[in-house]
């Protein structure tokens, strides 16, 4: 129903539409609308009805929101570009104008690297604050509103080196390396699996979050890049540099 590629398999940061586009057409069921089909059998669901009992939903459950929320707006705008390079994406938007470095005039070229500028505006879109001189990957290790981490959790900033910035999404199955959402990544906006990061960031806002995540011993989800890369409709460019694949 949701034509997912593949289509038995589900990632973190996918929406889904389940029996019907909207929660309108939940709260308000039809004939056969009150069914969900699993492997060709159609199974009930109960409908709430709220404590005036008008049909309406008592609450629309959103997707968990603390679990750094600026994953989806990068996520979304990944899916949006499907594998399309700078150039390209620089007719529409300019991710270093939308954060205030708007002296920078393109995404094109070397001397415009635009990855931090693109983790800066996912950040900024989910209320969270930049770091002074966006543009620049290093500069969040200098900024006091980030705060380095000792593990890496999904959706921290890793710093590649000192010229590069993304964030975390898991790992690769077969290397065991760090797979980053970012952007500038052969000129796109694509997964890419690094070697593990020099250091991992988060906003100082974020950090008993991500402390939770660290001390549950939870690890990292491992994936297929390719297969990730394909799951959001990205063609993703052979990747070179500090890049394993």
């Keep these: 129903d949701n034509k997912l590629k593949p289509p038995d398999k589900i990632f973190p940061g996918q929406r889904l539409s389940i029996n019907g586009p909207s929660a309108s057409a939940i709260s308000q069921p039809t004939v056969g609308s009150g069914e969900s089909k699993a492997k060709g059998i159609r199974v009930p669901v109960k409908t709430e009805r709220s404590k005036e009992g008008q049909g309406h939903p008592i609450a629309i459950i959103p997707s968990d929101q603390k679990k750094a929320p600026w994953m989806e707006i990068a996520l979304t705008e990944a899916k949006k570009w499907a ?56 500069a969040v290790a200098a900024d006091a509103n980030f ?13 590649i080196g000192t010229h590069h910035v993304c964030l975390v999404y898991g790992r690769d199955k077969k290397s065991k390396h760090m797979v980053c959402l970012g952007g500038n990544q052969s000129d796109q906006i694509n997964f890419t699996v690094f070697k593990e990061p020099t250091k991992f960031f ?10 939770k995540e660290i001390e549950s011993g939870h690890e990292l989800d491992a994936y297929d890049v390719k297969e990730l890369n394909h799951a959001f409709g990205i063609a993703s460019i052979r990747k070179v540099g500090n890049t394993t694949q």
């Design 147 to 159: 705060i380095q981490i000792d593990k890496p959790v999904y959706g921290a900033i890793g710093l």
């Design 83 to 138: 594998g399309k390079t700078e150039d390209k994406i620089d007719d529409t938007i300019n991710f270093h104008k939308e954060t205030g470095a708007s002296f920078l005039k393109s995404m094109s070229g070397s001397s415009n690297a635009w990855c931090a500028s693109f983790v800066n505006w996912s950040l900024i879109k989910t209320g969270y604050a930049k770091w002074r001189n966006s543009f620049r990957a290093r």
């Design 202 to 211: 988060v906003p100082i806002a974020y950090l008993p979050f991500a402390k």
